[in-house]
T-cell receptor
Framework: EAGVAQSPRYKIIEKRQSVAFWCNPISGHATLYWYQQILGQGPKLLIQFQNNGVVDDSQLPKDRFSAERLKGVDSTLKIQPAKLEDSAVYLC????????????FGEGSRLTVL | QQQVKQSPQSLIVQKGGISIINCAYENTAFDYFPWYQQFPGKGPALLIAIRPDVSEKKEGRFTISFNKSAKQFSLHIMDSQPGDSATYFCAARGTNFGNEKLTFGTGTRLTIIP
């Protein structure tokens, strides 16, 4: 089975510019997550989708971050305008089923804001 | 608000030795405690997980010990090998059905030396 796909793998932008990240979860996984991982820290949840509905976006900085999951499959995460502190790896993960609990992560999109 | 505290931040172990990483949680409303392994440039991958109704789980060289009353759990890696060198994250999942988000610890960078 194919893993979680993310793109781009790397992105360098200047502050106040915008950026978008794309995620394609494992086929059939209804739950999708976006995590932010700052260097040297553990992943921090930004948003959780169940199909195309938002379950939890309490830690998403909504003044600059937005995310959507159209048709309950692919998802995009957008940052506009970017700040220096947004430099991080953005990880997408999908959940097969609650019983197993196993999250499958993509390789991440590394963002550098100059 | 950190709900999962992990220690140590870094660990150096000789090949063949035992690596021990500890985590403590504050919220009692967790029902699943996984450990994730992350290699540089890759997303985290599930290593082993435990539920609070058991005190220990072993899979090969990896063992989780769980102390519910102390709200602590730990990862033991027996016969540590250079290939085990990676960053390890403990995590805890909330019990709210439909909100299966993982809260991660800050990570432990493990280095196995020959």
């Amino acid at each position: 089975e194919a893993g979680v796909a993310q793109s781009p793998r790397y992105k360098i932008i200047e502050k106040r510019q915008s950026v978008a990240f794309w995620c394609n979860p494992i086929s059939g996984h209804a739950t999708l997550y976006w995590y932010q991982q700052i260097l040297g820290q553990g992943p921090k949840l930004l948003i959780q989708f169940q199909n195309n509905g938002v379950v939890d976006d309490s830690q998403l900085p909504k003044d600059r971050f937005s995310a959507e999951r159209l048709k309950g499959v692919d998802s995009t995460l957008k940052i506009q305008p970017a700040k220096l502190e947004d430099s991080a790896v953005y990880l997408c993960a999908s959940l097969r089923e609650r019983l197993s609990g196993e999250l499958f992560f993509g390789e991440g999109s590394r963002l550098t804001v100059l | 608000q950190q709900q999962v505290k992990q220690s140590p931040q870094s660990l150096i172990v000789q090949k063949g030795g035992i690596s021990i990483i500890n985590c403590a949680y504050e919220n009692t409303a967790f029902d699943y405690f996984p450990w994730y392994q992350q290699f540089p440039g890759k997303g985290p991958a599930l290593l082993i997980a435990i539920r609070p109704d058991v005190s220990e789980k072993k899979e090969g060289r990896f063992t989780i010990s769980f102390n519910k009353s102390a709200k602590q759990f730990s990862l033991h890696i027996m016969d540590s090998q250079p290939g085990d060198s990676a960053t390890y994250f403990c995590a805890a999942r909330g019990t709210n059905f439909g909100n299966e988000k993982l809260t991660f610890g800050t990570g432990t960078r493990l280095t196995i030396i020959p």
